[in-house]
């Protein structure tokens, strides 16, 4: 799957490319991460961690129905465009630009996905959180799932009123400051609930 995007980064208009990653994509992904400040790690992944969890990493990289991942990263240059017959973006050309962010939906229980995102810092608050958001949330959606949640933050309960236009939204107290925050897709009024 291949889509482009134009999205404000810093200083200048870049289209963005995003596409399922590949084992080939293994070596920039743990770039990207490095890249990645600490505090950034942290809120993806709640704890101090130093180096992308390998197994997580193996399985969005595996291509797998059940970890549906997706990676983006700018074309190698303004107004590049690159072909979009899917046969014709495999190999470096496509790489070209780095990798800047991944994604992914996580089948944890029938019927059910936790969603991930993981956006290197200097790309954060530039709109390709949410254009990643939008395409999980398809990718749900074409597999027949019917809720999906994320762990997040407190201080990152902002990211409920993303998921809102979605579904039902339901925010719910877990542990040490995370919020447990789920959607039921398309079912009932467009609404979050706060749960104590």
Not at 119 to 145: K, N, P, S
């Amino acid at each position: 799957m291949i889509s482009l995007d134009t999205r404000a980064t810093p200083g200048t208009d870049r289209l963005i490319r995003v596409w399922r990653p590949a084992t080939a994509d293994h070596e920039e992904l743990a770039r990207m991460f490095e890249r990645c400040t600490l505090e950034t790690r942290y809120r993806r992944f709640h704890g101090p961690v130093k180096a992308i969890p390998g197994r997580y990493l193996a399985d969005a990289l595996s291509g797998s129905p059940f970890h549906y991942a997706l990676v983006a990263g700018p074309l190698p240059g303004p107004g590049a465009v690159p072909a979009l017959d899917p046969a014709a973006v495999s190999g470096p050309d496509t790489r070209a630009g780095g990798i800047v962010a991944l994604a992914s939906c996580r089948t944890v229980d029938e019927g059910a996905a936790e969603l991930g995102l993981l956006i290197e810092d200097a790309w954060q608050c530039h709109g390709l959180g949410t254009r990643l958001l939008r395409d999980l949330v398809a990718h749900a959606r074409r597999a027949h799932l019917r809720v999906v949640g994320a762990q997040v933050l407190a201080e990152q309960a902002w990211i409920a009123s993303l998921l809102r236009p979605y579904g039902t939204c339901r925010v719910r107290s877990a542990w040490g400051g995370v919020l447990n925050v789920t959607v039921r897709l398309g079912a009932g009024p467009q609404t979050t609930r706060a749960v104590r």
